[in-house]
Nanobody, 124 residues
Framework: QVQLVESGGGLVQAGGSLRLSCAASGDTFSMYAMGWFRQDPGKEREFVAALIWNGGATYYGDSVKGRFTISRDKAKNTLYLQMSSLKPEDTTTYYC?????????????????WGHGTQVTVSS
């Protein structure tokens, strides 16, 4: 079991920046990849970014490429998402997730563990 707790969401003006954090605990040795997804109520969960925990390779969704950066601190078992040049359409709930097996890191079904989410609101 892996427990994930997100933090860092909030209200920011368009063009501003925020950094989300996701602290992992439990069986962290089993993590293959960690990712960020976002979702509005009633809509499908959208892939934002993913990172291979040991190798460090990163992947981004088209809507955030060039604006968001995913990173991790292995010593702290913490995943980050640095969000810059934020737009009102980035407003939604962001979720951290952990996958324990190799696979399609852009697919939310690949992930076994999820945090409760953190709200990001970008005002225009």
């Amino acid at each position: 079991q892996v427990q994930l707790v997100e933090s860092g969401g909030g209200l920011v003006q368009a063009g501003g920046s925020l950094r989300l954090s996701c602290a992992a605990s439990g069986d962290t040795f089993s993590m293959y990849a960690m990712g960020w997804f976002r979702q509005d109520p009633g809509k499908e969960r959208e892939f934002v970014a993913a990172l291979i925990w040991n190798g460090g390779a990163t992947y981004y969704g088209d809507s955030v490429k060039g604006r968001f950066t995913i990173s991790r601190d292995k010593a702290k078992n913490t995943l980050y998402l640095q969000m810059s040049s934020l737009k009102p359409e980035d407003t939604t709930t962001y979720y951290c997730a952990s996958a324990v097996a190799p696979g399609a890191v852009r697919a939310f079904r690949q992930y076994s563990y999820w945090g409760h989410g953190t709200q990001v609101t970008v005002s225009s």
